[in-house]
């Protein structure tokens, strides 16, 4: 793998750190399921109320089954096949285009100083989390 796509995971991974983001990418499905189920349940035995409390209690016991699963974005990035890392830092050079730099430090530096290049790298990690891996994404306090 070059240097540039190392780089390029690196200050993925940087960013991700910096916003505390996790995923679940096994029984996010099932956990969204079981909500959508107790709001259907919910509204059968209780008209429009029960669709609520059934939401609620649906997604009670869907983010239970999901606790646990959440594992920090940066190591789900550094742990994807070579090829995918590929795809993202394709996807990433398109955003940073012009931007010419040396080493991983200067390419931090370079992008932390800029809330646009900041937001469109997020907004990238996210849609590739969501679409590709049909994760759900977590942000820590």
Not at 26 to 53: C, D, F, N, Q, Y
Not at 65 to 86: C, D, H, N, W, Y
Request: include cysteine; proline fraction near 4%.
């Amino acid at each position: 793998m070059s240097t540039k796509v190392q780089d390029i995971m690196q200050l993925l991974c940087f960013i991700c750190k910096q916003e505390k983001m996790q995923a679940a990418v096994k029984r996010s499905g099932k956990g969204a399921l079981i909500t959508g189920a107790g709001a259907l349940i919910g509204g059968m035995v209780g008209g429009p109320p029960g669709i609520a409390v059934g939401g609620v209690v649906g997604g009670l016991l869907g983010a239970w089954m999901t606790r646990g699963q959440f594992k920090p974005v940066p190591q789900i990035l550094m742990e994807l096949p070579a090829s995918e890392q590929q795809k993202l830092f394709a996807q990433a050079m398109a955003i940073l285009r012009g931007l010419d730099w040396t080493d991983v430090k200067q390419l931090i530096k370079l992008v932390t100083g800029s809330e646009s290049y900041q937001q469109q790298l997020l907004a990238l990690v996210i849609c590739y989390f969501t679409k590709h891996l049909g994760a759900q994404i977590q942000y820590r306090n």
